[in-house]
């Protein structure tokens, strides 16, 4: 499992996938895709684990304070989702994710230790 911690790699190749795939989703819902973006949600949480028992040495509550705004992110991008299948107003839900994405990526990408 070290091509997990040896670089960040799979880890934002992920996450960009799971944007990328999201996005898709909200314009045009389908389930196998709605599936796809499940699957990339755990592979996020996987490589978001190992990166944080891997670093969180050097500053625990920053990476702790990061991997919190991870999993709230993927938590609002699967809300949206689901309101939007169900025909509810996705409005402050969406806002919420892509703001709190944008606060996880530039969290992530300041943290020291990272290679």
């Given at each position: 499992m070290d091509f997990l911690t040896s670089s960040t790699h799979v880890h934002i190749t992920t996450?960009?996938?799971?944007?990328?795939?999201?996005?898709?989703?909200?314009?045009?819902?389908?389930k196998g895709l709605h599936m796809a973006l499940r699957l990339f949600y755990v592979l996020i949480l996987i490589t978001g684990f190992m990166l944080f028992v891997?670093?969180?040495s050097l500053n625990p509550m920053l990476y702790g304070f990061k991997m919190l705004g991870g999993i709230l992110t993927i938590g609002l991008m699967e809300m949206t989702l689901v309101r939007k299948k169900k025909g509810k107003?996705?409005?402050?839900?969406?806002?919420g994710a892509v703001?709190?994405?944008?606060?996880?990526?530039i969290l992530g990408f300041a943290l020291p230790g990272i290679a």
């Open positions: 996450w960009v996938v799971a944007v990328v795939l999201f996005f898709i989703a909200l314009g045009k819902p389908s891997t670093f969180d107003g996705t409005g402050g839900v969406l806002v703001l709190l994405l944008l606060i996880t990526i």
